[in-house]
């Protein structure tokens, strides 16, 4: 056993540790004046977890092989390493000083192999290193969006988001991850201490990525719109807490609103409700002609009017959605009469100009421009006199993508690259985004699941 710890200690950044002498006489390494994880790096260099190279620098900006994170996490999680292994590798033979502990790695599911090769020089990727810090500090999987660039559809998805949620990592201030990027060895240092010791985790955890919906659920809770009332319900005791009810807004003059109706999308970013509504509704028409944009929090309360800036004397605003610290949103390019035009019409295609504003409402942004079908998504049974919300169902939101459809067929756009690309030439006339691809039903009626 202690010729495989010295193995251990000799490897765990791939060059000899310094002597005791050496740390008492010199405990802060020469190269990292003004780097960030300097605390991290010391913290675990204090417990014995790390160590400088021989001319005393740390060299924080190299990159980090998945054999040395796996010495790495055995010296921190104080596994012992296995005497006897059988496995057998590909790319590490059994007289390799790095077979014990890769063979220990792999045996706890916290470092796997692929198809037999464990590629122990190879450098770790941020999203690598995210799965081998969830697997061994046990974190559970998260599957609330958190990053710009790291979709559903990423391997790594759920182990990101869930070092996110448990403050481990931050990612970047533009809202990415970055999970192709190598990982240096003092990010995995601060990653490692983070998962370590709770004092040294990030402030909080934040989102990039709204969610919207009819009904959202997150954290045990559903949010939703019924009879009028915003509301949330535990799904394990089925409590339902109001957060808003259209006693909560004056009453105007002139003209009808409707706040809340049943139906109606809910977008969730953070600890913020944001809730698109009818906001001036014609009392002869019955026809809403301009929407709004309202805000309150997960504990209700306090409602925030979100000015969205004036484009054009009748343009509407729908199909919003929240990324990235900014509000999106369609208008039409010609804007339309609602009286012939605010029902099922699968042929006709609508030019829309996709903004942007900050999330004060400022700051406006034309992102895009496109055609979607002039189809609204209606609420079901008649509520009131007005049985639609203000979206197309042409138009859907996923993470950080726009699927629409039009008469040439179905199409997404990528809110990260802003490119655009068709994925069937299908004439839709309904979608809705599942786990398992986009769902589209054409106009024959005949159902079609598309590959994201």
Do not use: C
């Not at 004046?33 to 010391?42: F, M, R």
């Not at 660039?149 to 403050?167: G, L, T």
Request: charged residues 25%; aromatic residues 12%.
């Amino acid at each position: 056993m202690k010729k495989f710890m010295v193995f251990i200690i000799a490897f765990v950044l791939i060059v000899p540790m310094t002597s005791s002498v050496e740390a008492q006489s010199n405990p802060v390494f020469s190269d990292l004046k003004g780097n960030s994880a300097t605390e991290a790096i010391l913290y675990l260099h204090d417990k014995h977890i790390i160590s400088g190279y021989p001319d005393g620098t740390f060299r924080p900006s190299e990159p980090i092989t998945r054999a040395q994170a796996a010495a790495m996490l055995l010296k921190a999680l104080d596994i012992e390493v296995i005497e006897n292994p059988t496995v057998q590798f590909k790319d590490v033979t059994k007289k390799s000083n790095y077979y014990s502990i890769l063979a220990t790695i792999n045996e706890k599911g916290i470092i796997r192999g692929d198809n037999g090769y464990m590629r122990p020089g190879e450098p770790t990727s941020r999203a690598q290193m995210a799965a081998i810090l969830r697997r061994a500090f046990n974190m559970p999987l998260e599957s609330q969006p958190t990053f710009t660039d790291v979709p559903p559809v990423h391997w790594a998805y759920a182990d990101i988001n869930s070092i996110a949620e448990n403050r481990v990592a931050s990612g970047y201030p533009d809202g990415s991850f970055k999970p192709s990027d190598v990982v240096t060895r003092a990010h995995f240092s601060a990653f490692l201490a983070r998962a370590m010791e709770d004092s040294m985790k990030v402030k909080a955890s934040k989102s990039y990525v709204g969610e919207t919906g009819s009904e959202i659920v997150r954290d045990g809770w559903k949010y939703t719109i019924e009879d009028d009332r915003l509301i949330k319900i535990n799904q394990k005791t089925n409590e339902e807490v109001v957060l808003l009810t259209r006693i909560d807004f004056e009453r105007v003059e002139g003209y009808f609103e409707k706040r809340l109706g049943r139906g109606f999308p809910v977008i969730l970013y953070n600890d913020d409700l944001y809730i698109p509504y009818h906001k001036v509704i014609g009392m002869m028409s019955e026809i809403p002609s301009s929407f709004g944009l309202m805000k309150t929090t997960i504990d209700g309360g306090k409602v925030e009017e979100i000015n969205l800036p004036f484009i054009s004397y009748n343009a509407k605003e729908r199909n919003m959605y929240v990324w990235n610290d900014r509000i999106y949103y369609t208008v039409e390019k010609e804007p339309r009469d609602f009286e012939s035009y605010y029902k099922d019409i699968p042929n006709v295609d609508d030019s829309l100009l996709l903004y942007s504003i900050n999330l004060s409402g400022g700051d406006l942004k034309l992102e895009s421009k496109f055609n979607a079908r002039f189809i609204f998504e209606d609420i079901g049974p008649k509520v009131g006199t007005f049985p639609y919300t203000q979206k197309h169902k042409s138009v859907e939101y996923e993470h950080s993508t726009i699927y629409y459809f039009n008469k040439k067929g179905v199409f997404k756009y990528s809110l990260l690259d802003k490119k655009t690309a068709q994925l069937s030439s299908i004439q839709a006339k309904d979608m809705m985004v599942t786990d398992k691809g986009l769902e589209i039903i054409d106009v024959r009626d005949k159902k079609h699941v598309l590959k994201k």
